[in-house]
Antibody, heavy 121, light 107 residues
Framework: EVQLLESGGGLVQPGGSLRLSCAASGFTFNDYAMAWVRQAPGKGLEWVSGIGGSGGSKFNADSVKGRFTISRDNSKNTLYLQMNSLRAEDTAIYYC??????????????WGQGTLVTVSS | EIVMTQSPATLSVSPGGGATLSCRASHSIRSNLAWYQQKPGQAPRLLIYDASTRATGIPVRFSGSGSGTEFTLIISSLQSEDFAVYFCQQYNNWPRTFGQGTKLEIK
């Protein structure tokens, strides 16, 4: 059974940093691209970042470019999102999602339950 | 950026009835479209990919169609568990973009 377990969310002040983690199990992690997708309270879904299975291809939304960095450690079956210079508008549930491809984050066939990030003073 | 527009925002249908949800892309995305279902407090669930292919375990009452810029999700014989929010997503270009969602509610 595919499992994706996010952690690292919480309350942070504007300008602060957080690192999200997503522990994967139940599949060969490096055979799949992964992504982070967020959802502000009561709002729709927003793709944030994607990364290929080997970690070589990375893409980011313009809204987070220069502030967020996606990475993965295939030896630990873990996906990360380093978030710096956080803003109030980054407040959201952050989902880790598995893509149905080893190369690029096309569509997402498995999702974690999400971790809440709240940016507020 | 490709903008995805879903309609209607809310759709009220009686159990047992059928529902037709629409999704329009601002530019052609060929057949690179997925549909997701999301229930309150839950993560999204993949229903359809490549515009018309059902994901593993998805009932046959869910069907997708379309290509280019116009796409449709049809749900026939609505069950109580089908009342949820539905999102479309394009994966033809980066950034990946989602529609704003259609809420399917019980009439």
């Amino acid at each position: 059974e595919v499992q994706l377990l996010e952690s690292g969310g919480g309350l942070v002040q504007p300008g602060g940093s957080l690192r999200l983690s997503c522990a994967a199990s139940g599949f060969t992690f490096n055979d799949y691209a992964m992504a982070w997708v967020r959802q502000a309270p009561g709002k729709g879904l927003e793709w944030v970042s994607g990364i290929g299975g080997s970690g070589g291809s990375k893409f980011n939304a313009d809204s987070v470019k220069g502030r967020f960095t996606i990475s993965r450690d295939n030896s630990k079956n873990t996906l990360y999102l380093q978030m710096n210079s956080l803003r109030a508008e980054d407040t959201a549930i952050y989902y880790c999602a598995r893509a149905n491809s080893p190369w690029y984050d096309f569509f997402f066939d498995n999702w974690g339950q999400g971790t809440l990030v709240t940016v507020s003073s | 950026e490709i903008v995805m527009t879903q309609s209607p925002a809310t759709l009220s249908v009686s159990p047992g009835g059928g529902a037709t949800l629409s999704c329009r892309a601002s530019h052609s995305i060929r057949s690179n479209l997925a549909w997701y279902q999301q229930k309150p407090g839950q993560a999204p669930r993949l229903l359809i990919y490549d515009a018309s292919t059902r994901a593993t375990g998805i009932p046959v009452r869910f069907s997708g169609s379309g290509s280019g810029t116009e796409f449709t999700l049809i749900i026939s014989s609505l069950q109580s568990e089908d009342f949820a929010v539905y999102f479309c997503q394009q994966y033809n270009n980066w950034p990946r973009t989602f529609g704003q969602g259609t809420k399917l509610e019980i009439k």
